[in-house]
C-alpha cells in the first residue's frame, strides 16, 4: 500500500518536475536572439542541465512505471490467492468510506 502511495506522490512530482522543464524550456527559446555573451553562455548551462534533467525524469518515470505494474501484479497475485481476504478487505474499505461520507 505505501508502494503505490509513493508512486502517485513520485507521479506528481515528475508532472510538477516536467511543467519545471517546459517553463525553461521555453525561456530559452524566447532568448534565443539575444547576443550577449552571458546570456549565451547562460543559455549553453542552461540547455546542458535541461538535458540532463529530462533524461533523469525519463529514467525516474520509467522506473515508477516498472513499480507501478509489481505492485498492479502483486494485488493481483493477492487477490486470486486470498478471494474471500480480499472480498473482506473491500467491503471494509466501502463500509469505512460510507460511514466518512455520512458524517458530512
Excluded at 61 to 73: F, G, L, P, Q, T
Amino acid at each position: 500500500m505505501t508502494d503505490a502511495i509513493q508512486t502517485i506522490n513520485e507521479s506528481k512530482v515528475l508532472t510538477t518536475l516536467k511543467g519545471v522543464v517546459s517553463d525553461a524550456q521555453e525561456i530559452l527559446n524566447s532568448t534565443k536572439d539575444a547576443t550577449s555573451e552571458k546570456i549565451v553562455a547562460l543559455r549553453e548551462s542552461i540547455s546542458l542541465k535541461l538535458r540532463d534533467a529530462k533524461e533523469r525524469l525519463q529514467d525516474a518515470e520509467a522506473s515508477i512505471k516498472e513499480r507501478s505494474k509489481a505492485c498492479a501484479r502483486a494485488t493481483d497475485d493477492f487477490v486470486n490467492d486470498n478471494p474471500w481476504k480480499a472480498v473482506g478487505i473491500g467491503a471494509l474499505v466501502g463500509l469505512v468510506v460510507g460511514v466518512l461520507i455520512g458524517r458530512r
